[in-house]
C-alpha cells in the first residue's frame, strides 16, 4: 500500500478536501517552444474546498454544492473528469463521491484541486507527475502557500499567512486558453498586457476582459462596494479583495447584483499546507487516514 492509502482494499471509506486555490499575482515571463507560458505566480489555498471521499468500486458521483447555486456546469463524470484521470494516471481504483463546492470556470481550480486530492489520497505528490495533468495541479497538491514558476510544476513553498480575502464570482465562465491566446496576440500588437493600470499583479487580466467584456462591470461594481482595487483570480472570472466583509462595508450580503444578474460574495481564508496534505484524509470516525 502506497504512503497515502491509495489500494482501498478492506480499508475503511477516506475523505479528503481539496482546497480551491487563490493566484495572489501573476507574472508571464516567457514562452517555451512548444507554445506553453511560463509563469511566476504567488498561490494560496483558501478554504472553499471540494469533498471527496474514496470508497471501494469504480465511477465517480457528483453531489452539487456550488457556493451560490451556480450548479457545476458541465462537470463529466467519464475519463475526461481529472478525478477519473488522475486515477487512471497512478492506477488506482476507487469510487468516489465528489461534492463541489468550487465553480467551474471561475479561476479557483476546482478540477485541479480535486486532481490533486487524489493523488495525495494515493500518496503520488510528485510535481512531474502532478504537471500531466494540468498547470495547476502541482500546486494542488501541496497547497498552503508557494511561488509557482515554470508551467506550474515548480512550486516552491513559502511561509504561511493567515489572510483573508472576499470573492465575488460572476455569473460567466472564461476559457483560459482563449486569455493566453488573447495575451500572445496583445503581446504582438504592443498592448500593454497588465490592462486597466498594473492589473492588480496580473498579467493576464488584459487579455481577459478582452475576451470576456461583461468581467468589468463586476468588478467595477465590486470596486465602488468595498472601496479596493479588485484583483482578477488567475484568467478569471472571480475577482478577489482582501479583507472582511464587515471591514470592507459588505456585511453578510450574499450577493451582488448587476442588470438582473447576480454574483455570490464568498469570505474565504487562507488554510495551511497541513490541511491539504494527507493528515487531511479521515475515516468516518475522524481518525486519521492511512
Same mark, same amino acid.
Given at each position: 500500500m502506497t504512503a497515502g492509502g491509495g489500494d482501498l482494499g478492506g480499508l475503511a471509506t477516506v475523505t479528503v478536501q481539496a482546497p480551491a486555490k487563490l493566484t495572489l499575482s501573476l507574472r508571464v515571463v516567457g514562452v517555451r517552444p512548444d507554445g506553453y507560458h511560463l509563469l511566476d505566480?504567488?498561490?494560496?489555498?483558501?478554504?472553499?474546498?471540494?469533498?471527496? %471521499?474514496?470508497? @471501494?468500486?469504480?465511477?465517480?458521483?457528483?453531489?452539487d454544492q456550488v457556493v451560490g447555486g451556480l450548479g457545476i456546469g458541465g462537470v463529466e463524470t467519464g475519463p475526461g473528469n481529472l478525478v477519473a484521470r488522475a486515477l487512471a494516471l497512478v492506477g488506482r481504483r476507487a469510487a468516489v463521491r465528489l461534492v463541489k463546492r468550487i465553480p467551474a470556470g471561475a479561476g479557483l481550480g476546482g478540477g485541479s484541486a480535486d486532481a490533486g486530492a487524489v493523488l495525495r489520497w $494515493?500518496?503520488?505528490?510528485?510535481?512531474? !507527475?502532478?504537471?500531466?495533468?494540468?498547470?495547476?495541479? @502541482?500546486?494542488?497538491?501541496?497547497?498552503?502557500?508557494?511561488?509557482?514558476?515554470?508551467i506550474g510544476e515548480v512550486v516552491e513553498p513559502l511561509p504561511p499567512e493567515d489572510r483573508s480575502f472576499v470573492l465575488l464570482v460572476p455569473p460567466v465562465s472564461v476559457d483560459t486558453g482563449a486569455v493566453y491566446r488573447a495575451y500572445d496576440e496583445r503581446v504582438a500588437q504592443g498592448v500593454g498586457v497588465a490592462g486597466g493600470g498594473d492589473g492588480g499583479?496580473?498579467?493576464?487580466?488584459?487579455?481577459? !476582459?478582452?475576451?470576456?467584456?461583461?468581467?468589468? @462591470?463586476?468588478?467595477?461594481?465590486?470596486?465602488?462596494? %468595498?472601496?479596493?482595487?479588485?484583483?482578477?483570480?488567475?484568467?478569471?472570472? %472571480?475577482?478577489?479583495?482582501?479583507?472582511?466583509? $464587515?471591514?470592507?462595508?459588505?456585511?453578510?450580503r450574499p450577493y451582488l447584483v448587476l442588470r438582473d444578474q447576480r454574483a455570490p460574495v464568498v469570505p474565504v481564508r487562507t488554510v495551511p499546507a497541513a490541511a491539504t496534505g494527507p493528515a487531511a484524509a479521515t475515516g468516518p470516525a475522524g481518525a486519521t487516514g492511512p
Amino acid at each position: 500500500m502506497t504512503a497515502g492509502g491509495g489500494d482501498l482494499g478492506g480499508l475503511a471509506t477516506v475523505t479528503v478536501q481539496a482546497p480551491a486555490k487563490l493566484t495572489l499575482s501573476l507574472r508571464v515571463v516567457g514562452v517555451r517552444p512548444d507554445g506553453y507560458h511560463l509563469l511566476d505566480a504567488e498561490m494560496v489555498a483558501i478554504d472553499l474546498a471540494d469533498t471527496l %471521499t474514496f470508497e @471501494p468500486g469504480d465511477g465517480i458521483a457528483v453531489v452539487d454544492q456550488v457556493v451560490g447555486g451556480l450548479g457545476i456546469g458541465g462537470v463529466e463524470t467519464g475519463p475526461g473528469n481529472l478525478v477519473a484521470r488522475a486515477l487512471a494516471l497512478v492506477g488506482r481504483r476507487a469510487a468516489v463521491r465528489l461534492v463541489k463546492r468550487i465553480p467551474a470556470g471561475a479561476g479557483l481550480g476546482g478540477g485541479s484541486a480535486d486532481a490533486g486530492a487524489v493523488l495525495r489520497w $494515493a500518496g503520488w505528490p510528485s510535481a512531474a !507527475l502532478a504537471a500531466a495533468l494540468g498547470a495547476d495541479v @502541482p500546486f494542488c497538491c501541496v497547497g498552503g502557500r508557494a511561488r509557482v514558476r515554470g508551467i506550474g510544476e515548480v512550486v516552491e513553498p513559502l511561509p504561511p499567512e493567515d489572510r483573508s480575502f472576499v470573492l465575488l464570482v460572476p455569473p460567466v465562465s472564461v476559457d483560459t486558453g482563449a486569455v493566453y491566446r488573447a495575451y500572445d496576440e496583445r503581446v504582438a500588437q504592443g498592448v500593454g498586457v497588465a490592462g486597466g493600470g498594473d492589473g492588480g499583479g496580473n498579467d493576464l487580466e488584459g487579455a481577459a !476582459l478582452a475576451v470576456v467584456p461583461a468581467l468589468a @462591470p463586476w468588478r467595477d461594481v465590486f470596486g465602488e462596494i %468595498t472601496g479596493r482595487r479588485p484583483r482578477l483570480a488567475g484568467s478569471g472570472a %472571480t475577482w478577489f479583495v482582501e479583507g472582511d466583509p $464587515a471591514g470592507l462595508g459588505i456585511g453578510e450580503r450574499p450577493y451582488l447584483v448587476l442588470r438582473d444578474q447576480r454574483a455570490p460574495v464568498v469570505p474565504v481564508r487562507t488554510v495551511p499546507a497541513a490541511a491539504t496534505g494527507p493528515a487531511a484524509a479521515t475515516g468516518p470516525a475522524g481518525a486519521t487516514g492511512p
